[in-house]
């Protein structure tokens, strides 16, 4: 089976595997995962585009130690892809998490959405959740259309994590509960990405970005508890938290993954920019860009 089109498999909460064989014959397994700079007033990212929420104060190696992110939720129409037909595959994943964010970061809960285009221009698209340093696993119970509302949430309380995404259009939903050891609660995020491809042997490389178009996250907001205050709810611009914009242009060097991942000549020259936020912060959007390039 073509990589554009994989299923991943998983095994039982605590042995998590995923496989699937591209068109080399190769094994691989998708991830969605990453990890970057923070604290700084705009980001530039070879494969995320969006917003992600720190603890004030944060830098670029320190999460601040203050703030501790329990819950991210956003809603979305899934966006019809446009595929290509030149024999390029291609992907979009559209999720929700915490943690991952950090330079020092190792870990990241989240679940989401994607849209994989085959080298022959076919769109597949399906619901996934990830628990990295484990693999992606697709969610085979929902099925995922273009125009149908999703509505994915992460919520963490201490070393419980509950993951949930609805198709709200179909009326459908996945929930599932899974306990990590250390969970990675410095940071909560909403994003659109290129996916990578990994064989058995840990080699990855990054997909392509598919056109998506666009995304709206609307219904956006985390919770968090913060040192002095409690437990505090808000949007990407609440003033208890510092949020950093994301820019997705291919191949510059600040990848959000495991160190085994870089960009390379593959991935193309599309990408992505998150607008400005509605005014109240509960919505976003993501746009697709053909060519991109780093924007101050």
Same mark, same amino acid.
């Given at each position: 089976?073509?990589?554009?089109?994989?299923?991943?498999?998983?095994?039982?909460?605590?042995?998590?595997?995923?496989?699937?064989?591209?068109?080399?014959?190769?094994?691989?397994?998708?991830?969605?995962?990453?990890?970057?700079?923070?604290?700084?007033?705009?980001?530039?990212?070879?494969?995320?585009?969006?917003?992600?929420?720190?603890?004030?104060?944060?830098?670029?190696?320190?999460?601040?130690?203050?703030?501790?992110?329990?819950?991210?939720?956003?809603?979305?129409?899934?966006?019809?892809?446009?595929?290509? #037909?030149? !024999?390029?595959?291609? =992907?979009? +994943?559209?999720?929700? %998490? $915490? &943690?991952?964010?950090?330079? /020092?970061? @190792?870990?990241?809960?989240?679940?989401?959405?994607?849209?994989?285009?085959?080298?022959?221009?076919?769109?597949?698209?399906?619901?996934?959740?990830?628990?990295?340093?484990?693999?992606?696993?697709?969610?085979?119970?929902?099925?995922?259309?273009?125009?149908?509302?999703?509505?994915?949430?992460?919520?963490?309380?201490?070393?419980?994590?509950?993951?949930?995404?609805?198709?709200?259009?179909?009326?459908?939903?996945?929930?599932?509960?899974?306990?990590?050891?250390?969970?990675?609660?410095?940071?909560?995020?909403?994003?659109?990405?290129?996916?990578?491809?990994?064989?058995?042997?840990?080699?990855?490389?990054?997909?392509?970005?598919?056109?998506?178009?666009?995304? #709206?996250? !609307?219904?956006?907001? =985390?919770? +968090?508890?913060?040192? %002095? $205050? &409690?437990?505090?709810?808000? /949007?990407? @611009?609440?003033?208890?938290?510092?949020?950093?914009?994301?820019?997705?242009?291919?191949?510059?060097?600040?990848?959000?993954?495991?160190?085994?991942?870089?960009?390379?000549?593959?991935?193309?020259?599309?990408?992505?920019?998150?607008?400005?936020?509605?005014?109240?912060?509960?919505?976003?959007?993501?746009?697709?860009?053909?060519?991109?390039?780093?924007?101050?």
């Amino acid at each position: 089976m073509k990589w554009g089109l994989l299923v991943l498999a998983g095994a039982a909460v605590g042995s998590v595997v995923a496989a699937a064989t591209i068109s080399s014959g190769s094994a691989a397994t998708r991830t969605f995962h990453g990890t970057a700079a923070v604290g700084v007033t705009n980001e530039v990212s070879t494969n995320w585009s969006g917003y992600v929420a720190t603890g004030l104060g944060s830098t670029a190696n320190t999460a601040s130690p203050s703030t501790v992110f329990k819950n991210a939720t956003a809603t979305w129409r899934q966006p019809a892809a446009v595929c290509s #037909t030149t !024999n390029t595959a291609s =992907a979009s +994943a559209i999720w929700v %998490g $915490l &943690g991952g964010y950090s330079t /020092t970061s @190792t870990a990241l809960e989240q679940t989401g959405t994607s849209a994989d285009c085959s080298a022959s221009g076919k769109p597949t698209y399906f619901a996934w959740y990830e628990l990295v340093p484990e693999p992606s696993i697709t969610i085979k119970s929902i099925t995922i259309l273009p125009g149908d509302l999703i509505t994915a949430s992460v919520v963490v309380n201490g070393t419980d994590v509950l993951m949930q995404i609805k198709n709200r259009t179909r009326k459908t939903a996945f929930t599932k509960r899974v306990t990590l050891a250390s969970p990675d609660l410095t940071s909560a995020e909403w994003i659109a990405e290129a996916p990578s491809e990994c064989t058995a042997n840990g080699f990855c490389r990054q997909v392509p970005l598919a056109n998506f178009n666009s995304v #709206t996250f !609307n219904r956006v907001a =985390a919770l +968090a508890t913060i040192n %002095g $205050l &409690g437990n505090q709810g808000g /949007t990407i @611009t609440s003033p208890l938290w510092q949020t950093t914009p994301i820019q997705l242009v291919p191949r510059t060097k600040r990848f959000f993954g495991d160190v085994v991942e870089r960009p390379d000549a593959t991935t193309g020259t599309a990408g992505a920019t998150p607008l400005a936020p509605s005014a109240d912060g509960r919505s976003f959007t993501v746009e697709w860009v053909a060519n991109a390039t780093a924007t101050g």
